[in-house]
């Protein structure tokens, strides 16, 4: 039972480049969701999705697309990257009754340059 | 959403009792109070949950008053291995735009 698994763990990126972070739970959740945490600051929400096929925005949405078309899977697409797009983004998952939070991947560290 | 407030460091030694206070005075009916505890380099990781009175589980207890405008994390006789960022959020069960604020970085010493 891995939990929530996100590919890659680290990146950099030129800017204007295109790349699509990948997250998978085992877990059968139905709720997924993105975040990014900047240096010292807390977690923001991008996206998150309350099924397969479904996606809304969150906090920070802008220069960001989501997909999910497996249920176990959630992707983050970042179209032409940016270097206010540096930044540790976190995946995470949870059942529709929330009794014990969220639970979340290891994080993916990008630096756009 | 409520609105929390949470201090921005605290310092503590290897065993003692740590509490954490999160005010949340506009707290709604359904609203669920939730800990997190993140460690450098890896997500946030959930400590305990409660909607009122106190909770208590292998980890930490939570004590939230009956007005249910603050709440406190107790971690009992901390470990260095304790030092982390904890996050104080208040949401319904199923509310999905839950807000981490900057949290509490907890340093515990030897």
């Known amino acids: 039972n891995a939990g929530v698994t996100q590919t890659p763990k680290f990146r950099v990126l030129k800017t204007g480049q295109s790349m699509t972070l990948l997250c998978a739970q085992d877990?059968?959740?139905?709720?997924m969701y993105w975040y990014r945490q900047d240096p010292g600051m807390g977690l923001r929400l991008i996206h998150y999705s309350v099924g397969e096929g479904t996606t809304a925005k969150g906090e920070v949405p802008d220069g960001y697309n989501v997909s999910r078309l497996k249920k176990q899977n959630f992707l983050l697409g970042l179209e032409s990257a940016a270097p206010s797009q540096t930044s540790v983004y976190f995946c995470?998952?949870?059942?529709?009754?929330?009794?014990?939070?969220?639970?979340f991947g290891s994080g993916t560290r990008l630096t756009v340059v | 959403l409520a609105k929390t407030t949470q201090p921005i460091s605290m310092d503590s030694y290897e065993g003692q009792e740590v509490n954490i206070t999160c005010s949340h005075n506009n707290i709604a009916t359904n609203d669920y109070i939730t800990w997190y505890q993140q460690f450098p380099s890896q997500g946030p990781r959930f400590i305990i949950q409660g909607y009122k009175t106190k909770v208590t589980n292998e980890v930490a207890s939570l004590f939230i008053p009956a007005d249910r405008k603050s709440s406190t994390l107790s971690l009992p006789r901390v470990s260095l291995s304790d030092t982390a960022v904890y996050y104080c959020?208040?949401?319904?069960?199923?509310?999905?735009?839950?807000?981490f604020g900057a949290g509490t970085r907890l340093t515990v010493k030897p």
């Open positions: 959020l208040v949401g319904t069960i199923n509310n999905n735009d839950m807000r």
């Open positions: 995470a998952s949870s059942p529709v009754a929330r009794l014990y939070g969220y639970t």
């Open positions: 877990m059968n959740h139905e709720y």
